[in-house]
């Protein structure tokens, strides 16, 4: 897909502007965060499968090849194909294969991250097969030719009026003609007009959350059912999933699954959680004559032994978002690819190259809370530091900015300097704000004082107030 | 270079090694072969009588609906007055399981049964489960020729049968049947967990149910404990 990170400032200003954007996402805050804390109080043992969750994915990670050559024996003995991808073209170009030669006119699709960063939509429209979107949230932002603002909640930036109207314009030709405002006549009618569409499609493609080496299964979680009438009505069935899904054995996905949910929704379990383990057998009366896994590495394999290699453990449980003030704020299409959020500014450097994606690290004001909250302890603060420090090294940083951060780290690496040089700033500021205490106007950061006053320091600093405190103390 | 090669090639790089040793492979062979746990929630430590309640609450606080029923030759009247209670449908799409043979529905006449997959036009569907999970409410669905999967999925209104003694604490305990049943390192074609009916909060953060699996789940515990 397009990618727009370049334009974070632009699009986070018009972002705090739109009052759609403001009402959908300070929703966020009372909704996914609360459920979480509530369901993981409720589990004794959270903290702990935590613990065992972040052990359990850097033992993957460290043997990757061995899962994901066991994986692959096993999918083939249950009579599927497995194919290797390394980049986005490459699994584009074995889906539409696929598909071709399953004949296909029209394929539906359970919700993907990896199918939204290949861009396979846009892909088999080019090439003459219509894909159809059958989440909710992401077939309304297929009406709308939009990309998801959430992991999970892919319309959330989505007003129900606006619903209403892209309803309205697209289902007229199946004979929907009113124009419905009440949330469940929406779902539906959507429910109707995608039920033709599951079973007239020649292909079913799905993600997958974490793939059995044990068994040669893919496994998907959803709410709606939606994945699963996708894989299982067509003929061929296609799951697309990045290479660090891999995962041992059943145990270890229960493991997982125990945290998944509670993370992302505050569920103890989402409705539906499927394993899907070669073609249908011999006498088996539905299900898929073919099963295919397309494997995609872009990028994930260049991530292991590097000092960001914890980005691997990742879920796509959207906790990290769901906890972010900034995220909250600024939506999720202001990030500018397809992951936003904490996990979006620390991993979208990688795949979109740094110079793209330079300002998402800077996107955070570091509170923490995307690595308190994350069920695999992926420290991103730590992540996106160092993208900043790469950013400075590298000279992505432009020269203004990089100036005064030479200027700020001359002053920091001589401690008396700076001391002398804070105890005047001090003082100054102090003089600057007069009776009141703050400051309405600062030079050189008017981005700062045009929303908000300065507190102005009370005169002393920190390091002299402390000294003093000791010498009375004492 | 392939592109299998040159993925298996960079992950090895990366990590700063070769292939795995031998013994080290094998270590990690046993680890399969040995599927051992990790912690297990103590909320499933009860008597059974007790899960088989947890499992009616659990299943019950995810809006599915749950009945006990004294013996299997209850269901179709349960399954009748649900139906009538909820002013659903008489048409029933069964699973062709054999555990269904013996159902004595000469006593509700007014149920059309068939057996098959799922048809688009179902709108009720009778299935066993494999397994329920105490610890969250969950069924555990195996697919088989006379379990077809669509039946959990395509009909809005969804009635499943299940026996005491198929309820156990948790999701290890459903994988443990299934190895008993199917083998080692084999699954069936579909293993679906089920807990609670289909539902979305896609627009506006609202909760709705049957968003395109079944509206309405309905749960028939047969108590075959003594």
Known sequence: MQVTSRRFKEGAHDALHDKNIQQAFSKVKSGFPVARAKSASELPEFEELRDSAR??????????????????????????????????????????????????????????????????????????????????GEYIIQLAHEYPSHIIAPALHKTKDQVTELFHENHGKYGFNERLTDPQALVNEARSVLRDKYVAADVGITGANFLIAETGSTVIVTNEGNGDLTQSLPKTHIAVSSIEKVVPTLEDASLFLRLLARSATGQEMSVYTTFSTGPKRMEDIDGPANF????????????????????????????CMNHCPVYQAVGGHSYGWVYPGPIGAALNPHMVGLEEARHLPNASTFCGRC????????????????????????????????????????????????????????????????KKGVIHKLPLMKGWSSVRDFPAPEGATFMEQWKKQQREGK | ?????????????????????????????????????????????????????????????????????????????????????????????????KIFDDLPFDKTPMLEITRGAAAPSDEVSLTPAFAGIAETGT???????????????????????????????????????????????????????????????????????GAHGPRRLHILIVDDDG
């Open chain 1, 55 to 136: 052990d359990l994915k850097n033992h993957i990670l460290e043997n990757l090849d061995y899962y994901l050559e066991y994986f692959e024996e096993q999918v083939q003995l249950q009579g599927g194909r497995v194919h290797w991808c390394s980049s986005y073209a490459e699994a584009r170009e074995v889906v539409l294969h696929i598909c071709r030669e399953a004949k296909a006119k029209t394929v539906t699709k359970g919700k993907s991250m990896i199918t939204e960063e290949m861009a396979l939509n846009d892909y088999l429209s080019e090439h003459g097969i219509e894909p159809i979107e059958t989440d909710l």
């Open chain 1, 292 to 319: 295919h896994v397309v494997l995609v590495d872009s990028g994930r394999s260049d991530l292991l032994g590097s000092d960001k290699q914890d980005l691997l453990r990742c879920l796509k449980c959207g906790a």
């Open chain 1, 371 to 434: 690595e308190e909250v994350c069920p695999v302890r992926i420290p991103l603060p730590k992540i996106m530091r160092h993208w900043r420090e790469q950013a400075f090294e590298t000279q992505v940083t432009p020269k203004p900015e990089r100036w005064g951060i030479g200027i700020w780290a001359f002053f920091a690496k001589r401690p008396k300097l700076y001391r002398l040089m804070t105890r005047v700033s001090a003082r100054a500021l102090k003089l600057m704000a007069g």
């Open chain 2, 1 to 97: 270079m392939p592109s299998r090669d040159k993925i298996f090639s960079r992950i090895r790089h990366n990590l700063g090694r070769g292939p795995l040793k031998e013994e080290a492979a094998n270590a990690l062979k046993t680890r399969i072969e040995g599927h051992a746990p990790h912690t297990i929630p103590k909320r499933t430590d009860i008597p059974h009588k007790e899960q088989v309640d947890l499992f009616e609450a659990k299943a019950t606080a995810l809006a599915a609906t749950v009945a006990r029923l004294n013996a299997l030759e209850d269901v179709p009247e349960a399954l009748r007055d649900y139906l009538a209670a909820h002013n659903l449908s008489t048409k029933v799409k069964m699973a062709p399981d």
């Open chain 2, 139 to 209: 069924l555990c669905m195996a697919s088989g020729p006379d379990r077809p999967s669509t039946l959990n999925f395509l009909p809005e209104n969804h009635v499943v049968v299940i026996r005491a003694s198929e309820i156990t604490g948790t999701l290890e305990d459903s994988w443990a049947r299934l190895r008993e049943k199917f083998g080692a390192g084999n699954l069936p074609r579909t293993v679906n967990f089920i807990s609670g009916p289909s539902r979305t909060a896609d627009i506006e953060q609202t909760l709705i149910m």
